[in-house]
T-cell receptor, first 111, second 115 residues
Framework: GNSVTQMEGPVTLSEEAFLTINCTYT??????LFWYVQYPGEGLQLLLK?????DKGSNKGFEATYRKETTSFHLEKGSVQVSDSAVYFC??????????FGTGTSLTVIP | DTGVSQDPRHKITKRGQNVTFRCDPI?????LYWYRQTLGQGPEFLTY????????KSRLLSDRFSAERPKGSFSTLEIQRTEQGDSAMYLC?????????????FGPGTRLTVL
């Protein structure tokens, strides 16, 4: 079946620290992979995506590389800001039309 | 604002009552999805429409839940005889037909509390 496993939070970092949020997936075939972000009081927004192996998605300083050999799509940012405080969700979409989401990782960045 | 909208944003109801939520997708999007999200969890797929046709339903979707998209535009999700376990955030998303990695655009959600 299809599933996504994210590292559990919450994660608390100081401003300018390096961020990694781990995400691994289980899927048949060749899914597309996504990171969504949910800022406090707002709906989910697409942060980045990758549609095939070795693709790197990037946006707002965040990056994630689709690694088929390790079935991973880890989210990274070199220097986080207070404004990055949010909940981050890893998701996959396979040949059907369903998205499968992880449980989310809460990030708090302190000044 | 041309994003996905949902109404109401909050609903408090007593157990046993029926509730109905509305979702207005982005106007040119053919696909519409409903999800449920409980505290500390990611969104869980409920059902999906392509235009007015309901093409997929989760096996987790109780018979008390029904969704419609009569004209291929807005959609409604009705929950009959609500139970306390139905308390959750109900999310709607829409996407365009084309593209393997097509993004889903989410609405702000309707938070349901069943007393």
């Amino acid at each position: 079946g299809n599933s996504v496993t994210q590292m559990e939070g919450p994660v608390t970092l100081s401003e300018e620290a390096f961020l990694t949020i781990n995400c691994t997936y289980t899927a048949t075939g060749y899914p597309s992979l996504f990171w969504y972000v949910q800022y406090p009081g707002e709906g989910l927004q697409l942060l980045l995506k990758a549609t095939k192996a070795d693709d790197k998605g990037s946006n707002k300083g965040f990056e994630a590389t689709y690694r088929k050999e390790t079935t991973s799509f880890h989210l990274e940012k070199g220097s986080v800001q207070v404004s990055d405080s949010a909940v981050y969700f890893c998701a996959l979409k396979n040949t059907g039309n369903q998205f499968y989401f992880g449980t989310g990782t809460s990030l708090t960045v302190i000044p | 604002d041309t994003g996905v909208s949902q109404d109401p944003r909050h609903k408090i109801t007593k157990r046993g009552q029926n509730v109905t939520f509305r979702c207005d997708p982005i106007s040119e999007h053919n696909r519409l999805y409903w999800y449920r999200q409980t505290l500390g969890q990611g969104p869980e797929f409920l059902t999906y429409f392509q235009n007015e046709a309901q093409l997929e339903k989760s096996r987790l979707l109780s018979d008390r839940f029904s969704a419609e998209r009569p004209k291929g535009s807005f959609s409604t999700l009705e929950i009959q005889r609500t139970e306390q376990g139905d308390s959750a955030m109900y999310l709607c998303a829409s996407s365009s037909l084309a593209g393997a990695g097509n993004e889903q655009f989410f609405g702000p959600g309707t938070r349901l509390t069943v007393l």
